[in-house]
Nanobody, 117 residues
Framework: QLQLVEAGGALVQAGGSLRLSCAAS????????MGWYRQAPGKQRELVAD???????NYADFVKGRFTISRNNAKNKLYLEMNSLKPEDTAVYYC???????????WGQGTQVTVSS
């Protein structure tokens, strides 16, 4: 079973930048979608961005133009480049791996991003 480990969360001031990474324990080759989701206290988990194994990207409106999702299949890693951070970006950010074949849906443990005013 694939395992995901996020890293890079930190405390940052508004307007700052962070790069999150997600390391998969195995190959991420094949047909799949990997993404970043976030959950703030008292809120539902929401999609931030995702990217297919073919490189097709999808972004939530609230991060479009500020965040960039990417993946390095050779390194079995997923990244989220976060720029122009806002206090409302404060949340736990989770890495996700999803594959229809085999009904696979894997989540990491999350990494805390806190953006101060």
């Amino acid at each position: 079973q694939l395992q995901l480990v996020e890293a890079g969360g930190a405390l940052v001031q508004a307007g700052g930048s962070l790069r999150l990474s997600c390391a998969a324990s195995g190959s991420i080759l094949g047909i799949n979608t990997m993404g970043w989701y976030r959950q703030a206290p008292g809120k539902q988990r929401e999609l931030v961005a995702d990217i297919t194994s073919g490189g097709k990207r999808n972004y939530a409106d609230f991060v479009k133009g500020r965040f960039t999702i990417s993946r390095n299949n050779a390194k079995n890693k997923l990244y989220l480049e976060m720029n122009s951070l806002k206090p409302e970006d404060t949340a736990v950010y989770y890495c996700n791996y999803r594959r229809i074949y085999g009904s696979i849906d894997v989540w990491g443990q999350g990494t805390q991003v806190t953006v101060s005013s």
